[in-house]
């Protein structure tokens, strides 16, 4: 497969297009700005600056939640009113109620165990020689995307028939262990903690940086005074660090959260949700764009739209707060 | 309590920077001892090789009867007021106050006794339940120097413990720390590069320049009997003036003479200080205090005097600073340089101000307020010629000194 710029001109023309497009309009808003009317010119400024992102976030975002919201009161084409028919079906629906199961088994595995990894590595390489090289070993897996991840680790539970050569990591290490060969993804309910461990192993290395980073921000100073006080190596940690590096671990576990109650390419590349492995997310894809039920995975969109806006809402203040207090 | 004694320590850091050489002290049972210097010359270092923070490269440091070299922090029985307090900030003042007495599995009722007890000592009762965010800076040092009371340790190690206080707060916390340590009695380490808190809090003062110990004294004898340079021009504000002078004999006594203005040296220090008879008709170095002179026309009975054309005058209330130039090289001394690098590097301007003066000797004098001086005006010096400093022009030491002998 050559590469010729020929074929790439149009996809080039198309660039050149959007920059001309995107200057054109901060040009025009440059002009608005400078000849809006005299009085309320901080107000006139403030909206003229404000539009674009406005415009931007009431089409990609405000309108979509109204339409889903109404959608999800509708049947499955979308047509008619149906009343809380559809959230009925989720809460009743065995099938569905295993999905929230799954969700639940995500959100309370993951940001715990991924928090409490990314902390202890965070401890155990602070100031050690090799620091950095060992932070940037478990930061690695932040740069690979989530469908690459979860292809990586399919190869490490692949099954192969037991009398031949095991390919995945894990089976060869059964083998090697004297045990026989399993398919880990079809054992239910350990093939959703399989498919958790891929999320940790993803956000283990994000929660070891931010944490680190507040354990360096902790005064050499106070740590000394609890050396002098009398505290030993685990009680600086419990009784002196911990509590000072409280808020991040907090922001940490919040944002993880957030990620996992939206999990969808995991569960998506390596099972396809079935085996019982599905999650809010990857079932309303496949309720509203594979069984053309638009209504019923409109309701899990706003369900899960529901779990996520309270975390959201305390990251937000919580950030407020801190920018408050410096 | 108990005594501190350190026997020839050493602190080599990696890559063989030496910060503390060979340094011998001992400090005695309830004695309060600063340790002075300007910035890096191993001050703070030695402190925190007492306290155990850092590690004794040679050498044996004793707290009481016994070699301390290898014991953790916890295991030396010393509390510790650090610069920037460093109070724990998700613990209430009380919490803070009780944290080293909870570790060390001390009753609950002893710890609320002690807690109380210091809280009102140090007048932090009010504050117990207060997180340190919400105290002023002057409390929170107070709350420092509660947690290290509660501990009642041998000894307190304070590391310029009133070094982020403003001027007058500072002040007013050096009062309280002379009245606790009266109070209390327990063997005190006090790190400062502040020689105003050193000479009024020291019981004795340890002055050391680039890891080794310059002179260790009361306050009154390393002011009026400094052993080289470095000490006489760091302790005592304004500063010491020097000067090269060359040294005559003059029957039975003798004169220096410098730019053009001649002092005569009385019998006594001659007596006193016989080696000052090695120096006949050489170089030495002169220092003079600026408190040893004064205005000559408010004491006609006064012996000598030197004229002069005051530059500025600063005038305090409690006496006036007259600065004038003496027409004479300033002083060459790697000690002289190091005294100009350190007071540029603390914002004092006296040093810094030195390029202006060409190759001109800048001289202090600090007469009476009821002085009539004014700037370019010239005004007859009385000179305390009893006070003078005589100093070895190659080796910076005082001539005569004991500790030179």
């Known amino acids: 497969m050559g590469f010729d710029i020929h074929s790439e001109l149009p996809k080039l023309l198309w660039l050149g297009i959007g920059t001309a497009a995107f200057l054109a309009v901060i040009g025009l808003l440059l002009v608005l700005v400078d000849h809006g009317p005299k009085s309320r010119r901080d107000w006139w400024q403030a909206a003229c600056f404000l539009s674009p992102a406005g415009l931007l976030l009431l089409v990609g975002l405000i309108y979509p939640v109204v339409r889903t919201t109404v959608l999800s009161f509708r049947d499955r084409a979308g047509a008619e009113w149906v009343g809380p028919s559809n959230y009925t079906w989720m809460f009743t629906q065995p099938e569905i109620l295993l999905v929230l199961r799954n969700t639940l088994l995500w959100v309370l595995f993951t940001p715990a165990l991924a928090t409490t990894i990314g902390l202890v590595y965070a401890v155990l390489v602070d100031r050690s020689r090799y620091e950095a090289v060992a932070k940037s070993l478990l930061f690695m897996p932040m740069a690979i995307s989530f469908v690459g991840a979860s292809i990586i680790w399919k190869f490490v539970y692949e099954y192969r028939p037991a009398e031949t050569d095991q390919i995945g990591l894990l089976n060869q290490i059964v083998v090697w262990l004297g045990g026989r060969p399993q398919q880990w993804l079809l054992d239910q309910p350990l093939n959703t903690l399989l498919l958790i461990v891929v999320l940790i192993w993803i956000q283990a290395g994000f929660a070891m940086v931010v944490q ?3 354990i360096k921000a902790v005064p050499d100073e106070i740590i000394e005074a609890a ?5 030993n190596g685990w009680q600086q940690f419990w009784r002196v660090t911990l509590p000072m590096i409280w808020p991040t671990v907090t922001v940490v576990l919040i944002t993880i959260s957030v990620q996992t109650l939206k999990v969808f390419d995991i569960v998506r590349t390596m099972t396809g949700g079935q085996f019982t492995t599905s999650v809010i997310a990857n079932e309303m894809y496949n309720q509203a764009f594979r069984y053309g039920e638009i209504g019923r995975g409109s309701a899990l969109a706003v369900f899960l739209f529901v779990l996520v806006v309270p975390l959201v809402l305390v990251q937000v203040r919580k950030i407020r707060r801190t920018r408050e207090a410096q | 309590m108990a005594k501190i004694v350190l026997d020839g320590v050493d602190k080599v850091y990696s890559g063989g920077v030496k910060a503390v050489d060979d340094l011998n002290l001992e400090i005695t049972d309830g004695e309060f001892m600063v340790l002075v210097g300007p910035s890096g010359c191993g001050k703070s270092t030695a402190l925190r090789m007492i306290a155990g923070l850092e590690e004794i490269t040679d050498g044996e440091l004793f707290i009481g009867d016994q070699v301390v070299n290898d014991r953790p922090p916890k295991d030396r029985d010393i509390a510790m007021v650090f610069q920037n307090y460093a109070l724990y900030p998700h613990m209430s003042v009380e919490q803070n106050l009780a944290f080293g007495l909870k570790l ?3 009753s609950k009722s002893e710890i609320k006794r002690r807690v ?4 009102a000592m140090l007048g932090l009762a009010p504050y117990l339940k207060r997180k340190p965010a919400a105290l002023s800076g002057g409390q ?5 120097m509660g947690r290290a009371i509660v501990r009642e340790p041998q000894a307190f190690l304070m590391d310029e413990p009133l070094s982020n206080l403003d001027a007058k707060l500072r002040v007013q916390m050096r009062a309280s720390l002379n009245q606790l340590h009266e109070r209390l009695g327990v063997t005190t380490v006090y790190v400062t ?5 050193a000479m009024t809090l020291g019981d004795r003062v340890a002055v050391l320049r680039d890891g080794r110990l310059q002179q260790v004294d009361t306050p ?9 340079l470095f000490v006489a021009g760091f302790i005592g504000s304004p500063a010491m003036n020097f000067v090269g002078a060359e040294m005559q004999q003059d029957g039975d006594a003798a004169v220096l003479k410098f730019a053009d203005h001649t002092l005569p040296v009385p019998h006594a220090t001659l007596s006193e200080r016989p080696r000052l008879r090695d120096y006949f008709g050489r170089q030495i170095i002169l220092g003079i205090r600026p408190s040893d002179f004064d205005d000559a026309s408010l004491f006609p009975n006064g012996g000598t005097a030197m004229e002069v054309t005051a530059d500025i005058t600063e005038e305090l209330g409690t006496e006036i600073n007259v600065i004038f130039g003496i027409d004479a090289p300033p002083v060459q001394h790697e000690e002289a340089a190091a005294l100009a690098a350190d007071a540029a590097g603390d914002g004092e301007l006296e040093a810094a101000a030195m390029p202006l003066s060409g190759n001109k000797s800048v001289f202090t004098a600090r007469v009476n307020p009821r002085s009539n001086v004014r700037p370019g005006g010239t005004l007859e010096l009385a000179v305390d010629t009893t006070q003078l400093h005589y100093f070895d ?8 000194h004991p500790a030179n002998r």
């Open chain 2, 104 to 106: 060390r599995k001390i």
């Open chain 2, 220 to 228: 009154k004898n390393l002011f009026d009997n400094p052993v080289n």
């Open chain 2, 193 to 197: 590069h502040d020689q105003v808190e």
């Open chain 2, 140 to 144: 929170r040092q107070r709350v420092a």
């Open chain 1, 227 to 231: 050396r002098i006080d009398g505290a």
């Open chain 2, 393 to 400: 022009k190659e080796s910076g030491l005082a001539i005569g």
């Open chain 1, 212 to 214: 680190s980073a507040a």
């Open chain 2, 116 to 119: 109380d007890e210091a809280a």
